[in-house]
């Protein structure tokens, strides 16, 4: 099994106890907050219906219409109830992720 293999299957576990029935996974990649000293690990797995922050606490679930942005650099930040990192080796899902919302809007909107 693969490296990309590995992680999508890491992430839809991680996601599995939070999903409602019948909602399907699009993406999902792995962020952090804080300074290194203090760095959070959270799982972001992006549905049909809704974006979902999990870490080990629980999960937050918000709405589907948020617009991640166009990644560059090494590290790409996510505003949020806080501030969120993404590395670079996760910038393809954050692609998907905001290509799969625009598939799913109307024109025009």
């Given at each position: 099994m693969g490296h990309q293999q590995r992680?999508?299957?890491m992430i839809a576990k991680r996601a599995a106890p939070h999903l409602e029935p019948?909602?399907?996974i699009q993406t999902g990649f792995i962020a952090q907050s804080g300074s290194w000293i203090t760095a959070r690990v959270w799982t972001f797995v992006v549905t049909d219906r809704a974006i979902l922050i999990?870490?080990?606490k629980g999960a937050q679930r918000l709405p589907?219409?948020?617009w991640f942005g166009t990644p560059s650099g090494v590290y790409h930040s996510i505003?949020?109830?806080r501030t969120y990192k993404v590395h670079r080796d996760y910038y393809a899902e954050v692609k998907t992720a905001d290509e799969a919302l625009?598939?799913?809007q109307a024109p025009g909107e």
């Open positions: 992680r999508v299957e019948g909602e399907r999990v870490s080990r589907r219409d948020f505003e949020l109830d625009r598939e799913t």
